[in-house]
């Protein structure tokens, strides 16, 4: 099972590490905001009937990632990161890590917040870097 990290260790391992972040939200979370330099591959496709598993996911992230490449893998509150970390070790990815409290933060047992990404002030941006969208990717684009 994959290892939970604070945000501030998250950011350490992008910049100092050279591990990519994955974000599995939705596209319209993802254009909400995101850790600067995220990619974006959901595990799951939001529509007027919920959530829809998203069938293309394993065949994108195998195609952009390394088996062994270094991943943050992170979504809204670390519950979506969670599963698809769990995909990924299966197809046998071996260099995971899980965001935990997500981007938007996560609520502990006692009902107080665990601050996220976000809440950390931690660099975001609103537009994907060239390549990382889910369009881009999902299309096999560099």
């Not at 939001?46 to 065949?59: E, I, K, S, V, Y």
Request: hydrophobic share 40%.
């Amino acid at each position: 099972m994959a290892r939970r990290v604070s945000p501030e260790e998250a950011l350490d391992l992008v910049r100092e590490q050279g591990f990519a972040y994955l974000d599995v939200r939705s596209v319209p979370e993802f254009e909400q905001g995101h850790p600067t330099g995220a990619y974006n591959v959901p595990i799951v496709h939001m529509g007027p009937m919920g959530g829809q598993p998203n069938t293309d996911f394993l065949a994108v992230v195998e195609r952009r990632f390394a088996k062994d490449a270094g991943i943050v893998v992170g979504c809204r509150t670390s519950n979506r990161s969670e599963h698809a970390a769990t995909l990924m070790e299966h197809a046998g990815y071996t260099n995971l890590v899980v965001l935990g409290a997500g981007f938007a933060g996560q609520r502990d047992a006692l009902g107080r917040l665990v601050p996220g990404w976000a809440q950390k002030g931690l660099p975001t941006s609103r537009r994907a870097e060239a390549g990382r969208s889910w369009g881009e990717l999902q299309a096999g684009k560099p």
